[in-house]
């Protein structure tokens, strides 16, 4: 009775220990070594991990997944918040050459997937990944070094854009997936176009309607920080338990959230303690979630 006590006791504080190591861990690694905190979050969640021997469980499925898509959408909000559409307008420069890259880069990954025997369909969804540029890891390390100027906003710009093409892309993919499976037409449609369309206009709703209640109730500086993560939140929790695209709807709300002229100061941006706190258990979270022999395969894909 008594292992089985104790095993239930390490269980219930095993992410709140790994939370609390991996923080100290980068916070260690940024002061000596000048290393980005993301960095230190990803290799202790990754050592950690039950594959390698760790105390932490496949994180798949368990209620810590949900938090981690909360911490993601807080951080695609910050991103689409940042994105200033009269500059895509004023310089389609930066679309082409988002355009350029992740075809590019589209092209290469599966081309490459196929030369090693990827099915058709894995290797199609694994070029339209890495299409994507990672915005948690540029959001974070520029506002570590509190990066700003032209070169900053567009490599936001071009990271939203990357984001976006591979979001279609990839849902794409899945409604040819599902049409060769032996689907309806109506399923592939559903799994791309409806999935897309339903995302971007309930993100696209959140931004209208929390700007207007923070309008109603004045003092927005003081109350826009917790609104628009409470509103994050609750988007991602609702497209999540409807199976919409929770990436693309926190994009949409931010992307709406700016031009309707809701203002976020430096400081709330960054989501504040709750922010760091998150991006802590998304980087956790995502290493510990991976295999050895699984990265392995991958190392040696990317290094070809």
Request: proline content about 4%; some cysteine; glycine content about 6%.
């Amino acid at each position: 009775m008594i292992p089985e006590t104790l095993l239930s006791l390490l269980t219930s504080v095993a992410w709140p220990a790994a939370i609390a190591i991996a923080w100290t861990i980068g916070e260690i690694a940024y002061r000596l070594l000048s290393l980005p905190r993301i960095s230190s979050y990803g290799v202790a969640g990754f050592v950690m991990a039950a594959s390698q021997g760790g105390f932490l469980a496949n994180p798949s499925g368990q209620p810590v997944a949900l938090l981690a898509h909360f911490a993601f959408g807080l951080i695609l909000f910050e991103l689409g918040y940042r994105i200033n559409l009269r500059w895509l307008r004023v310089n389609p420069w930066l679309t082409i050459t988002s355009l350029i890259e992740a075809s590019g880069t589209f092209a290469a990954v599966f081309v490459l997937a196929q030369a090693f025997a990827l099915p058709t369909v894995p290797s199609l969804l694994l070029a339209a990944l890495a299409m994507a540029t990672s915005p948690a890891a540029v959001l974070r390390v520029a506002n570590e070094l509190q990066s700003s100027g032209q070169v900053t906003e567009r490599l936001f710009h071009l990271t939203a854009c990357n984001c976006v093409l591979s979001l279609f892309i990839f849902k794409a993919v899945v409604g040819y997936w599902v049409l060769a499976s032996a689907g309806t037409a109506s399923e592939a449609v559903w799994n791309s176009l409806v999935v897309i369309g339903v995302s971007v206009a309930i993100g696209a709703a959140f931004g209208v309607a929390v700007p207007a209640l923070l309008r109603q109730l004045g003092n927005i500086d003081r109350n826009a920080t917790v609104a628009f993560a409470t509103a994050a939140l609750l988007l991602t929790a609702v497209t999540h338990a409807f199976r919409f695209s929770p990436l693309l709807a926190a994009l949409a709300f931010g992307l709406v959230a700016r031009h309707r002229r809701a203002i976020l100061s430096q400081a709330q941006r960054n989501f504040g303690t709750l922010g760091d706190l998150l991006t802590v258990l998304l980087f956790v979270f995502v290493a510990a979630s991976l295999d050895w022999h699984q990265l392995g395969k991958g190392i040696t894909l990317a290094l070809a």
